[in-house]
């Protein structure tokens, strides 16, 4: 199944925002966003429509990774992502302009943060977002998938509109 995602531009900047706020020893932030699913001609559309920020507090000290959340930043989000009945994302930055991707660390250790997020709204798929200065990439597993794929386009939507590729095949 194709996977498009779209959000608005006012959207996008907020969030890009958000993930550069500088933290205490954090080297990059962290967001869950949301949205819902819906499907048409070819595949699916998800709308993302809010965020939430992972707390100053809830970061863990660890150096050998750009950012470590612990227990409470992902009860958090999973009570989120219940309460709206959303498809839920793990967000972050790599800041450099052009496509960016997923580090090794970020695909060992990401997948199982979203795991718990199949049970808690069963019906909407949940994934991963890599933004850079100018581009997002995604993979998203759809509900009941074991395996990910990726998603085909992300689309900001206003002034200027830009539709992102969002695979790298």
Do not use: N
Request: hydrophobic residues 40%; contains cysteine.
């Amino acid at each position: 199944m194709s996977t498009k995602l779209r959000m608005t531009r006012a959207y996008w900047d907020a969030l890009q925002s958000d993930l550069r706020r500088p933290h205490a020893f954090a080297a990059e932030r962290v967001a869950f966003a949301y949205g819902r699913r819906g499907l048409v001609p070819g595949g699916e559309v998800i709308i993302l429509s809010t965020f939430s920020p992972v707390e100053d507090c809830d970061y863990e000290d660890d150096p050998h990774v750009g950012a470590r959340i612990g227990a409470r930043a992902i009860h958090e989000g999973l009570k989120r992502a219940a309460q709206l009945r959303a498809a839920a994302f793990h967000v972050h930055l790599h800041e450099h302009a052009g496509m960016p991707w997923f580090s090794r660390v970020d695909l060992r250790e990401l997948p199982p943060v979203m795991d718990p997020f199949q049970h808690v709204v069963r019906e909407q798929p949940r994934g991963l977002l890599l933004l850079s200065d100018d581009d997002c990439v995604g993979l998203i597993w759809h509900p009941s998938s074991p395996k990910p794929t990726a998603i085909k386009d992300v689309t900001i939507v206003g002034a200027p509109m830009r539709l992102l590729r969002g695979d790298r095949t």
